[in-house]
C-alpha cells in the first residue's frame, strides 16, 4: 500500500532523477491523488507532520495550519525518504543495473547482442525506466546470451537444461522474450517468421528437423560413397544429424528444381526424372540452405529454379527468401495473377486480415508484385493447399 512518503519519491521519480541531473526543490500540491495515495486527509497529516519534523519536508499550510496545500522538499531528501519507506532508491537501482549490463553485454561481445546490449546501455544511463527486459532476472540474460552463440543444433529441451537446469523452464519462461530480441537484433531473423522459424536459424530445435526431396539427386556422407535417391520414387527424407554431413553430388538429367511449401502438395507430385522437388516448409534453416546452395554448383547452366507457395504475405516472405538467400535466379511457379484467378474462381480465397494488408502494401515483392497487387485489389489470399487438385497439378506439371 502506498503512503505519502512513497507517493513524494514517485513525484520525484523520472529519467531526470535517475540519470542524477535532477536537483532542487519539489513542490507538490496536495490534492486528491495525494490524498488518495496517504490513506485519506487524516493519515496524510499525521505522516506529513512526521516527516517535517525529521527536517525532510517543509509544509504550507492554511485554516491556522490545519489544513496542507503544499509540500515543499529537496531532492537531495530523496535517498532518506526512500530508507524511511523500506523501497530502493530508483537513482540507486539505476546505478546498480548499469554494470549488471555491462557484464552480460561483455559476455556477449562479438555476437550480433552487441547492438542490443548498445541500447540497453543507452536507456539506462540516461534514465530511463527499464521493465522490458527484467534486470533483475539473470536467466533470461543466461538464455539469451547463449540462444546467440549456439554454434551446434541444439534440442529446445537441452538447451534449457544446459542454460537453466530445467528442461521445461525455457519454453514455459523465457522462450517468448529472447525471441522477441532475435526477432529484431539477430540478422538471421526474417520477417514473417514464426517463433520456431526463429529459434531453429538459431540452432534451437523445437521439434524434428528433416529435409525431404524427389528426385535423381546423389549427395555424399562425409567422405562415404554415393548414395543415389532416385531408387526413392516416393521421396527421400534425411534427419538433422545427416543433414549436417551430407553433401550433394550430382543432379544428373536434371532441368528443373521446384521448391514445395506445402507439405500436402509436396506429397502429390509423382517422381520425374528431369525435375527435383524439394519440400520447402517454410523458412529453410542454416543447415538446410548450405546443403541446397550446393545445388547451383553441380546442375546444369539452362536449369530452372522455381518456388510455389501460398499466394500470401507468408509466400510471398518465404520466395524471397529463398531467392536471396538460396537460388538468386529462383522464379515463381503458378504464383502468377492468371493462377490467382483461377484460384479465386473456384473459391480458394481466403480474407485478407487488415494487419496483414498494411504489411503486404509495405512490402516490396519483387517478382510478386502483380500477384500482391491482386490481392491487394480482391482482399483474399491463397492457401497452397486449396489449389490441391493431383490430376490438374499433375496435367500442369507435364506441359
Not at 525518504?81 to 530502493?88: F, M
Not at 540474460?141 to 529441451?157: G, I
Not at 543447415?287 to 504475405?313: C, P, Q, R, S, V
Amino acid at each position: 500500500m502506498e503512503c505519502l512518503t512513497k507517493y513524494l519519491i514517485r513525484t520525484a521519480d523520472g529519467s531526470a532523477y535517475r540519470s542524477g541531473n535532477l536537483d532542487g526543490m519539489r513542490h507538490p500540491a496536495v490534492d486528491g491523488k495525494m490524498i488518495r495515495a496517504a490513506g485519506g486527509m487524516r493519515k496524510l497529516l499525521e505522516e506529513a507532520d512526521e516527516l517535517e519534523k525529521a527536517g525532510l519536508i517543509r509544509t504550507e499550510r492554511k485554516n491556522l495550519g490545519a489544513d496542507i496545500v503544499r509540500i515543499h522538499y529537496p531532492v537531495s531528501a530523496i535517498p532518506e525518504l526512500c530508507r524511511r519507506a523500506g523501497v530502493e532508491d530508483p537513482r540507486e537501482r539505476q546505478l546498480r543495473w548499469i554494470p549488471t549490463a555491462g557484464k552480460w553485454a561483455r559476455e556477449a561481445e562479438g555476437t550480433f547482442l552487441e547492438a542490443y546490449y548498445g541500447t540497453l546501455m543507452q536507456r539506462l544511463e540516461s534514465g530511463q525506466e527499464v521493465k522490458k527486459p527484467d534486470m533483475e532476472d539473470e536467466d533470461f540474460f543466461r538464455c539469451l546470451n547463449r540462444a546467440a552463440a549456439v554454434d551446434t543444433p541444439v534440442w529446445r529441451r537441452e538447451f534449457s537444461s544446459e542454460v537453466l537446469h530445467d528442461s521445461k523452464l525455457f519454453e514455459k519462461k523465457y522462450q517468448d522474450k529472447v525471441v522477441t530480441v532475435l526477432e529484431k537484433y539477430s540478422p538471421l531473423s526474417e520477417e514473417g517468421m514464426t517463433a520456431d522459424d526463429i529459434l531453429r536459424v538459431h540452432g534451437i530445435k523445437t521439434y524434428s528437423q528433416t529435409l525431404e526431396w524427389k528426385g535423381p539427386l546423389i549427395y555424399r556422407i562425409g567422405n562415404g560413397s554415393p548414395i543415389d535417391s532416385s531408387v526413392n520414387i516416393f521421396g527421400t527424407v534425411i534427419n538433422a544429424q545427416t543433414l549436417e554431413q551430407a553433401v550433394p553430388a550430382a543432379v544428373p538429367g536434371i532441368r528443373r528444381i521446384l521448391l514445395i511449401e506445402n507439405k500436402a502438395n509436396y506429397e502429390s507430385m509423382d517422381f520425374r526424372a528431369d525435375t527435383l522437388y524439394i519440400y520447402c516448409h517454410g523458412f529453410f534453416s542454416p543447415k538446410e540452405l548450405k546443403f541446397l546452395g550446393t545445388l547451383t554448383e553441380i546442375a546444369g547452366e539452362n536449369t530452372e529454379y522455381l518456388h510455389w507457395g501460398d499466394m500470401d504475405l507468408g509466400g510471398i516472405r518465404i520466395f524471397l527468401y529463398n531467392q536471396r538467400k538460396l537460388f538468386p535466379g529462383l522464379k515463381p511457379y503458378r504464383m502468377d495473377p492468371a493462377a490467382y484467378e483461377t484460384a479465386i474462381a473456384e473459391g480458394a480465397g481466403i480474407p485478407l486480415k487488415k494487419e496483414k494488408k498494411e504489411k503486404l502494401q509495405k512490402l516490396d515483392a519483387g517478382d510478386l508484385e502483380e500477384m500482391k497487387n491482386c490481392i491487394l485489389k480482391t482482399g483474399l489470399e491463397i492457401e497452397q493447399e486449396a489449389l490441391l487438385l493431383p490430376e490438374k497439378i499433375r496435367k500442369v506439371l507435364d506441359k
